[in-house]
């Protein structure tokens, strides 16, 4: 049987694209040693021009942040009529937007935290809500721009004010929750394992703990309470299914255990476009449940189609 070929997705022009091109290489390389013919497409503005020269049987979709994971490129694919992995433009578009994501996430009875969206220069004068709290990009990736602020800090962060910020004027401001983080990844109807993840060096688990080698540790599976470990599994495809995510998808949570077992669990975000990066989690639980980088690269690309 002639096996397919995939046009993997790369690169792009958002803030994420040296992430993108790590993941986009690294699954074209797992890709041919399967026995796909691949070819690498760097995102441009002229990719629909591109993908019709090509004509791919799949589109492999690497890409992160803007553009990539927020239904824009799935729309193109979509009206090119190519099948592609992961997300549509329904879901990609919802859980790209944090604050939407959480609406649709609590309505189901995900526990998440308080937060409001303002516009970044109002926060300059006064505390948005009572510290510590988190003040995060709407629509960005990877942690890009978030800043945590702490309890006794005296004002609010002066960087949002600045001129050269470059995330767009709407940011949402979160209740910062203390604790440990822990992630789930989901692979179609199936809630993989939970690791828990320690940044070295870094406050919390920023762009550089994430993407730069020994930025951080992972600890898979996590130690935990059996009890903590399975509703972590359970809400991670709860807000899969609630967003209509499809493919591969990863939850983020925190839990606060500082005062008893059971603690707080709160669930940040899902991650429609999760990283295939040599220090990425999704690999790393896929192994953990039997599937090498290939046939979990495999699976994701028979699993391809429209209409997601």
Same mark, same amino acid.
């Given at each position: 049987?002639?096996?397919?070929?995939?046009?993997?997705?790369?690169?792009?022009?958002?803030?994420?694209?040296?992430?993108?091109?790590?993941?986009?290489?690294?699954?074209?390389?797992?890709?041919?040693?399967?026995?796909?013919?691949?070819?690498?497409?760097?995102?441009?503005?002229?990719?629909?021009?591109?993908?019709?020269?090509?004509?791919?049987?799949?589109?492999?979709?690497?890409?992160?942040?803007?553009?990539?994971?927020?239904?824009?490129?799935?729309?193109?694919?979509?009206?090119?009529?190519?099948?592609?992995?992961?997300?549509?433009?329904?879901?990609?578009?919802?859980?790209?937007?944090?604050?939407?994501?959480?609406?649709?996430?609590?309505?189901?009875?995900?526990?998440?935290?308080?937060?409001?969206?303002?516009?970044?220069?109002?926060?300059?004068?006064?505390?948005?809500?009572?510290?510590?709290?988190?003040?995060?990009?709407?629509?960005?990736?990877?942690?890009?721009?978030?800043?945590?602020?702490?309890?006794?800090?005296?004002?609010?962060? =002066?960087? *949002? /004010?600045?001129?050269?910020?470059?995330?767009? #004027?709407?940011?949402?401001?979160? $209740? !910062?929750?203390?604790?440990? +983080?822990?992630?789930?990844?989901?692979?179609?109807?199936?809630?993989?394992?939970?690791?828990?993840?320690?940044?070295?060096?870094?406050?919390?688990?920023?762009?550089?703990?994430?993407?730069?080698?020994?930025?951080?540790?992972?600890?898979?599976?996590?130690?935990?309470?059996?009890?903590?470990?399975?509703?972590?599994?359970?809400?991670?495809?709860?807000?899969? =299914?609630? *967003? /209509?995510?499809?493919?591969?998808?990863?939850? #983020?949570?925190?839990?606060?255990? $500082? !005062?008893?077992?059971?603690? +707080?669990?709160?669930?940040?975000?899902?991650?429609?476009?999760?990283?295939?990066?040599?220090?990425?989690?999704?690999?790393?639980?896929?192994?953990?449940?039997?599937?090498?980088?290939?046939?979990?690269?495999?699976?994701?690309?028979?699993?391809?189609?429209?209409?997601?």
């Amino acid at each position: 049987m002639s096996k397919k070929h995939v046009a993997v997705l790369m690169g792009g022009f958002s803030s994420e694209r040296p992430v993108s091109l790590s993941s986009g290489n690294a699954c074209a390389d797992a890709l041919e040693q399967v026995g796909y013919t691949v070819t690498r497409v760097d995102v441009g503005r002229d990719v629909a021009a591109v993908l019709q020269q090509l004509r791919p049987d799949v589109a492999f979709n690497a890409l992160h942040g803007p553009y990539g994971e927020d239904g824009t490129i799935q729309g193109i694919l979509e009206y090119l009529e190519i099948p592609y992995t992961h997300s549509g433009v329904m879901a990609s578009a919802l859980a790209m937007h944090k604050q939407q994501a959480k609406r649709i996430a609590a309505s189901v009875g995900i526990p998440v935290a308080d937060e409001r969206v303002m516009h970044r220069l109002e926060i300059e004068l006064i505390h948005p809500m009572q510290p510590p709290y988190v003040v995060k990009p709407v629509s960005e990736g990877s942690s890009f721009g978030v800043v945590i602020v702490a309890e006794d800090h005296p004002h609010p962060p =002066q960087s *949002l /004010g600045s001129d050269d910020w470059p995330y767009g #004027d709407q940011v949402m401001v979160e $209740r !910062f929750v203390h604790g440990r +983080e822990l992630t789930c990844a989901v692979m179609g109807d199936e809630a993989l394992g939970v690791t828990e993840i320690f940044p070295v060096g870094h406050s919390f688990y920023d762009y550089e703990s994430k993407y730069v080698k020994g930025g951080s540790k992972h600890e898979y599976p996590a130690r935990i309470l059996p009890n903590i470990y399975q509703r972590i599994q359970k809400l991670s495809l709860m807000a899969h =299914q609630a *967003l /209509g995510c499809r493919g591969v998808s990863r939850s #983020d949570f925190r839990f606060d255990d $500082r !005062f008893s077992e059971d603690g +707080e669990l709160i669930w940040l975000e899902v991650n429609t476009q999760p990283g295939m990066t040599p220090t990425s989690l999704v690999p790393e639980l896929a192994e953990l449940a039997g599937y090498s980088f290939g046939e979990l690269l495999t699976w994701m690309v028979e699993d391809a189609s429209c209409m997601r």
